[in-house]
Protein backbone atom coordinates (compact mmCIF):
# COMPACT_ATOMS: atom_id res chain seq x y z
CA UNK A 1 0.00 0.00 0.00
CA UNK A 2 1.80 3.35 -1.10
CA UNK A 3 0.72 7.23 -1.94
CA UNK A 4 2.41 6.37 -5.38
CA UNK A 5 1.03 8.57 -8.20
CA UNK A 6 0.84 5.22 -10.11
CA UNK A 7 -1.55 2.99 -7.32
CA UNK A 8 -4.90 1.67 -7.39
CA UNK A 9 -7.77 2.68 -5.47
CA UNK A 10 -7.93 -0.63 -3.42
CA UNK A 11 -12.03 -0.63 -3.70
CA UNK A 12 -10.96 -1.02 -7.84
CA UNK A 13 -9.04 -3.91 -7.55
CA UNK A 14 -9.98 -7.01 -9.69
CA UNK A 15 -12.42 -10.34 -7.84
CA UNK A 16 -8.72 -12.01 -9.14
CA UNK A 17 -6.15 -9.28 -7.15
CA UNK A 18 -8.52 -10.36 -4.33
CA UNK A 19 -8.29 -13.76 -4.53
CA UNK A 20 -5.02 -14.51 -2.32
CA UNK A 21 -3.64 -11.14 -1.00
CA UNK A 22 -0.35 -10.39 0.59
CA UNK A 23 -0.26 -6.93 2.15
CA UNK A 24 2.91 -5.23 2.66
CA UNK A 25 2.48 -2.98 5.28
CA UNK A 26 5.25 -0.25 5.82
CA UNK A 27 6.66 1.46 9.26
CA UNK A 28 5.12 4.89 9.38
CA UNK A 29 7.84 7.14 8.84
CA UNK A 30 9.73 5.14 6.24
CA UNK A 31 7.25 3.50 4.80
CA UNK A 32 8.50 -0.07 2.57
CA UNK A 33 11.56 -0.37 1.28
CA UNK A 34 12.29 0.06 -2.25
CA UNK A 35 12.87 -3.24 -2.83
CA UNK A 36 9.62 -4.35 -1.18
CA UNK A 37 8.04 -1.39 -3.14
CA UNK A 38 9.62 -2.73 -6.86
CA UNK A 39 8.48 -6.50 -5.77
CA UNK A 40 4.96 -6.07 -5.71
CA UNK A 41 2.70 -7.02 -8.36
CA UNK A 42 0.01 -4.21 -7.71
CA UNK A 43 0.38 -1.08 -5.51
CA UNK A 44 -2.89 0.61 -3.98
CA UNK A 45 -4.30 3.11 -2.04
CA UNK A 46 -6.89 4.13 0.53
CA UNK A 47 -8.44 6.71 -1.43
CA UNK A 48 -8.44 9.53 1.85
CA UNK A 49 -9.98 13.09 1.54
CA UNK A 50 -8.34 16.29 0.69
CA UNK A 51 -5.87 17.04 3.06
CA UNK A 52 -5.17 14.14 4.93
CA UNK A 53 -2.32 12.23 3.46
CA UNK A 54 -2.09 9.08 5.48
CA UNK A 55 -3.19 6.85 8.26
CA UNK A 56 -1.18 4.73 10.99
CA UNK A 57 -0.21 1.65 9.52
CA UNK A 58 -3.04 -0.18 12.20
CA UNK A 59 -5.72 1.35 11.04
CA UNK A 60 -4.57 1.08 7.48
CA UNK A 61 -4.28 -2.18 7.36
CA UNK A 62 -7.97 -2.72 8.88
CA UNK A 63 -9.40 -0.65 6.37
CA UNK A 64 -7.26 -3.01 3.79
CA UNK A 65 -8.79 -6.13 5.70
CA UNK A 66 -12.17 -5.19 5.78
CA UNK A 67 -12.16 -4.27 2.28
CA UNK A 68 -10.62 -6.93 0.44
CA UNK A 69 -12.75 -9.34 2.76
CA UNK A 70 -16.11 -8.06 2.02
CA UNK A 71 -17.72 -9.32 -0.99
CA UNK A 72 -19.24 -7.65 -4.15
Known amino acids: MTLAADAV ?4 LTSA ?3 RPALLLGAEG ?3 SRRAVDGSDKRVVIPMRRGVDSLNV ?13 ED
Open 9 to 12: PIQK
Open 17 to 19: ERA
Open 30 to 32: PGL
Open 58 to 70: AAAAAVAFWELGR
